[in-house]
């Protein structure tokens, strides 16, 4: 079993407290930092554009996990500061060349994940394994923080599991995006999820303070 890491969603984090929130993430070896970038098109919002990720990057020396909700991300990899290291995830439905994204990422030494929304079937990922890091299954529809898990997708996180490990694929990650929460992350990690996009509903929950939320949330993935 690969080991569980957390991605803490930063469109969810309080910017007036972010040198705390930073400070105790790396405190606390939180191993990614997750950047939802929303162009109002893909998604019917706007989040967390190149500025604000170059920002954050000065900040910490933490790697950035993209979530690369727009379309033609063929054409704007090189608006962002992509580092060797970074994750980047590209949703199969933005791009008409998902082989050829997924080989420029890994080609400027990031990890390159493909995201599927919810209905999309694993297939999608038929003819890409080859070239691919990481799997990001959203557990919402993509585009806002605080929404409600769709439970068909649990199912879908074991069937990607299984999928991946029938092909020979075992080390290919599969991350988890949307309602994370304390009690859903277990069940999540039971089906097979690894890397667990922390929001509004753990990491960042209101009626919890950030340290004993990571501790919380860190025991729930074990
Ligand atoms: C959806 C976003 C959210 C965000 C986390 O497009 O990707 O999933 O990261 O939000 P919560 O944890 O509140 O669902
Ligand atoms: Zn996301």
């Given at each position: 079993m690969i080991p569980s890491k957390i991605s803490p969603?930063?469109?969810c984090a309080d910017l007036a407290a972010l040198p705390e929130t930073l400070a105790v993430f790396a405190d606390t070896d939180i191993e990614y930092l997750h950047m939802d970038v929303m162009d109002g098109h893909f998604v019917e919002n706007l989040c967390l554009g190149t500025?604000?990720?170059?920002?954050i990057r000065k900040m910490t020396a933490i790697p950035l996990d993209y979530h690369l909700m727009i379309t033609e991300?063929?054409?704007k990899l090189s608006w962002f500061d992509i580092q060797p290291g970074d994750i980047v995830a590209v949703h199969a439905e933005a791009t008409h060349h998902l082989q050829k994204t997924l080989t420029a990422i890994r080609a400027r030494g990031a990890h390159p994940f493909a995201a599927l929304n919810p209905a999309t079937p694993l297939s999608a990922l038929d003819y890409v394994l080859d070239v691919l890091d990481g799997v990001l299954i959203m557990t919402v529809n993509p585009g806002f923080a605080g929404q409600k898990l769709i439970p068909?997708?649990?199912?879908k996180i074991a069937d990607c599991r299984r999928f991946l490990d029938a092909h020979g694929y075992s080390d290919i990650v599969i991350e988890v995006d949307g309602n994370v929460s304390f009690e859903n992350a277990i069940k999540m990690r039971a089906a097979g999820a690894d890397l667990f996009v922390a929001g509004t509903s753990s990491v960042f929950a209101k009626d919890g303070d950030l340290l004993t939320n990571i501790e919380k949330f860190r025991e729930a993935i074990r």
């Open positions: 969603s930063m469109m500025d604000f990720c170059r920002q991300p063929e054409k068909a997708t649990l199912d």
